[in-house]
């Protein structure tokens, strides 16, 4: 199996994830949330024309960016994604078919996990990281529990019920990659709320990663 895009050297494992995201904010948005620090940003696919917000963000930020799709189901979406200028694919699932394009796409990926089989299923598929989801079920001592069965090198990330109140909570058992969503951004938010909150989430970062 193909291995996927290494998982790049963020300086911070923040993930921003802009579900409901409309092409007409998508620039504005993303202004805020890269001027804040985030290197990673992610459009799920059952957003209003997600393809389009991709490729707006990706031409204007995507040199310093990694910018991708989350909810990517098939191989003819991880196509378009690549196509609009993406490099990140998160899926809240594992299926091979969507794994092995996007290796030959040169995709980053993150696949979604619960248990120790789909986690080691994801690495045997090459994926760059680990999304597990939902994080707010399993916990820091669920996601530990299963870490002890994974390679050191895995990438591990939280996504799902989780906001930058839970860095401390996880951090203790070695996760530092977070997916933030519905804490960071909600349609109803305007630039500047999501900047407060973008900042609020990079100092509380900071304070346990440092």
């Not at 591990?156 to 951004?185: C, E, M, N, Q, W």
């Amino acid at each position: 199996m193909s291995q996927s895009a290494p998982w790049p050297g963020l300086r911070r494992g923040l993930v921003a994830i802009l579900r409901g995201l409309k092409p007409d904010e998508a620039i504005d948005i993303a202004s805020v949330l890269v001027d804040a620090g985030f290197d990673a940003i992610e459009v799920p696919l059952n957003s209003p024309g997600p393809f389009a917000s991709i490729e707006k963000i990706a031409a204007r930020f995507g040199g310093e960016t990694l910018i991708g799709a989350g909810t990517v189901l098939t191989s003819s979406d991880v196509d378009r994604l690549a196509d609009a200028g993406g490099r990140l694919l998160v899926s809240p699932n594992i299926d091979a078919d969507v794994m092995g394009r996007a290796a030959e796409r040169g995709l980053v990926t993150m696949p979604g996990v619960f248990t120790p089989s789909e986690a080691l299923e994801a690495i045997a598929l090459g994926a760059s990281a680990l999304k597990f989801f939902p994080a707010s079920v399993l916990g820091p001592s669920g996601i530990k529990a299963i870490s002890a069965v994974l390679p050191d090198d895995a990438v591990i990330g939280a996504v799902g019920g989780v906001s930058h109140d839970d860095f401390a909570a996880y951090g203790k058992v070695g996760v530092r990659t977070f997916g933030l969503g519905s804490s960071l951004y909600a349609p109803r938010l305007d630039a500047g709320a999501v900047a407060e909150r973008a900042k609020t989430a990079m100092a509380a970062y900071d304070a346990v990663f440092g």
